[in-house]
């Protein structure tokens, strides 16, 4: 069974910078392309950035390009979201998945929070 674990979330102020971590199981981690997405209150789960089996290819949103950089570690089965420059609106509930253009799985993770306020 898949399992996505979350972590490294927060509040911080506005300009401030997170680092998202995501721990998988039960899924061949370095041969899958893993996902980031985001849910802010009443709003739907979005796909915010995406990272290739080998970490060189990357895509992204454009509410947070040249912002957020998604990375791997595949001796670690984990995938990270650095976040520089938070603004108000990056607010959200922040899950990890594999894929590319969308989620390989139903399993979600519990998420980890973010909130950007001063």
């Known amino acids: 069974q898949v399992q996505f674990v979350e972590s490294g979330g927060g509040l911080v102020q506005p300009g401030g910078s997170l680092t998202l971590s995501c721990a998988a199981f039960?899924?061949?981690?370095?041969?899958?392309?893993l996902l980031w997405y985001r849910q802010a209150p009443g709003e739907e789960r979005v796909r915010v950035a995406a990272?290739?089996?080998?970490?060189?290819?990357?895509e992204y949103i454009d509410a947070v390009q040249d912002r957020f950089t998604i990375s791997r570690d595949n001796a670690k089965n984990t995938v990270y979201l650095q976040m520089n420059n938070l603004k108000p609106e990056d607010t959200a509930i922040y899950y990890c998945?594999?894929?590319?253009?969308?989620?390989?799985?139903?399993?979600w993770g519990q998420g980890t929070q973010v909130t950007v306020s001063s």
């Open positions: 039960g899924l061949t981690f370095d041969q899958t392309a």
């Open positions: 990272v290739s089996v080998s970490g060189r290819a990357t």
């Open positions: 998945n594999a894929g590319w253009f969308h989620n390989a799985y139903d399993d």
